[in-house]
C-alpha cells in the first residue's frame, strides 16, 4: 500500500511552505514563501516533478540535474552590474545517464556520475560565456566526430521511427559527456566528447554550484542490496503478474 501511495504523493505538484517561528517575522515569511513558488512555476517544477515520477516508474530510477545558471534579471552590486543567477532542473533520460559501476548503493557512494547530450556543432561553436569567451574548446567541438545511424541498425530504427535515412544528416549534431567527479568537500564538472577517443576536455572544468545534493537528484521506488541499480516499479509489477 504504501509504495502504491507514494508515488501518487510525490507526483502532486510542490509548493512551498514558509512558517514563522516569532510573530514579528510573518511577512518576511510570507514574502520568502511567494518567491519560492513563483521560481517553482518559472521553472515549471510541477511538470518536472510529474516526468519524474513517470520516468522513475519505468526505468530503475528517475534522474533530475539542478544546479544555477544565469537568468535573465540584472541587479546592481557596487555600481556594477550581474546576473541574478536562478535554479533549474533537468530530466535526464535514463539511457543517458552513466554511473560508477563500483558503486553499490543508488546515492551517496558513486565516486563519479553524468549523463550524455546531443548539441549542434555550430551552437556549441558559437557558445559564449561573456562576449568573446568560448564556453566550449571549439578545437574540440570542430573535431568531434558527426553522429549518425548505427550501420548495424538502420533497418530497425527506421521502422521504429517511421523515417527513413539518417535522422543526423540535415544537422551536424554531436555528442558530449559531462561528468560529475565527487572529491569529498567538492564537486567537480568535466566535459568530453562522447565518441572519438578524444581525452582533451571540451569545456573549462568548473565546480558544481548549487544545491548540495546535486548535481544528479535520483527517484526510485525499488532498492536492491549491495546493488546501484534499483528495480522499476513496472518490472515488479510485471513479475506479480507472472506468478498470479
Do not use: C
Not at 519524474?52 to 557596487?78: I, M, N, R
Not at 544537422?171 to 582533451?200: F, H, P
Amino acid at each position: 500500500a504504501v509504495e502504491s501511495i507514494v508515488p501518487q504523493i510525490v507526483s502532486n505538484r510542490p509548493k512551498a511552505r514558509v512558517e514563522a517561528l516569532a510573530g514579528g517575522l510573518l511577512i518576511q515569511a510570507l514574502i520568502r514563501e511567494l518567491s519560492l513558488n513563483r521560481q517553482a512555476d518559472k521553472i515549471h517544477l510541477g511538470d518536472l516533478h510529474h516526468a519524474w515520477v513517470l520516468e522513475a516508474l519505468f526505468s530503475p530510477f528517475g534522474v533530475v540535474k539542478t544546479g544555477l545558471k544565469a537568468g535573465s534579471d540584472q541587479v546592481s552590486v557596487g555600481g556594477r552590474m550581474f546576473t541574478r543567477g536562478e535554479f533549474y532542473g533537468d530530466l535526464i533520460d535514463f539511457d543517458d545517464y552513466v554511473i560508477d559501476q563500483a558503486a553499490r548503493k543508488p546515492d551517496g557512494d558513486a565516486i563519479f556520475e553524468g549523463h550524455r547530450y546531443r548539441v549542434s556543432r555550430a551552437v556549441a561553436l558559437a557558445a559564449e560565456s561573456a562576449p568573446g569567451v568560448p564556453i566550449y574548446d571549439r578545437e574540440v567541438i570542430a573535431n568531434a566526430p558527426r553522429l549518425q545511424l548505427s550501420k548495424s541498425e538502420p533497418a530497425e530504427a527506421d521502422t521504429l521511427s517511421g523515417h527513413h535515412g539518417d535522422p543526423f544528416a540535415l544537422v551536424d549534431m554531436i555528442e558530449l559527456w559531462e561528468i560529475a567527479v565527487y572529491l569529498g568537500d567538492r564537486t567537480m564538472i568535466y566535459t568530453l566528447s562522447g565518441v572519438g577517443g578524444n581525452t582533451k576536455f571540451a569545456r573549462e572544468p568548473f565546480e558544481h554550484w548549487g544545491p548540495e545534493s546535486g548535481p544528479y537528484i535520483k527517484l526510485h521506488f525499488g532498492a536492491r542490496p549491495s546493488n546501484s541499480m534499483p528495480v522499476s516499479y513496472t518490472t515488479r509489477i510485471f513479475d506479480l503478474h507472472q506468478v498470479a
